[in-house]
Nanobody, 119 residues
Framework: QVQLVESGGGLVQPGGSLRLSCAAS????????MRWYRQAPGMQRELVAS???????NYADSLKGRFTISRDNAKNTVYLQMNGLKPEDTAVYYC?????????????WGQGTQVTVSS
């Protein structure tokens, strides 16, 4: 069974930092593009950042300079370093990945991790 498991969410004060992690596990041949999405209450889910297996990154324009996506291919893990957090960054953050496994390539979602920015 393939899983994406996020960790690292929590409560942080405005201006603070958090680092989210997402590890892919199970019967996987390779992990292709990995992404972070977020969904605030009453809002649509939006793409935060993505990173290819070769390390090419893409960010939502509004988050450039504050968020950094990275990955450790040996651990099948993607990270999201979030600095200068603002109350409007409060959301559930979801990991998403394109995985190559027996039977083909598939897209998977993690269960989400809550990030709350509040004083």
């Amino acid at each position: 069974q393939v899983q994406l498991v996020e960790s690292g969410g929590g409560l942080v004060q405005p201006g603070g930092s958090l680092r989210l992690s997402c590890a892919a596990s199970g019967s996987i041949f390779s992990v292709r593009t990995m992404r972070w999405y977020r969904q605030a209450p009453g809002m649509q889910r939006e793409l935060v950042a993505s990173i290819t297996s070769g390390g090419s990154t893409n960010y939502a324009d509004s988050l450039k300079g504050r968020f950094t996506i990275s990955r450790d291919n040996a651990k099948n893990t993607v990270y999201l370093q979030m600095n200068g957090l603002k109350p409007e960054d409060t959301a559930v953050y979801y990991c998403n990945a394109d995985l190559s496994r027996p039977g083909g390539s598939y897209n998977y979602w993690g269960q989400g991790t809550q990030v709350t920015v509040s004083s």
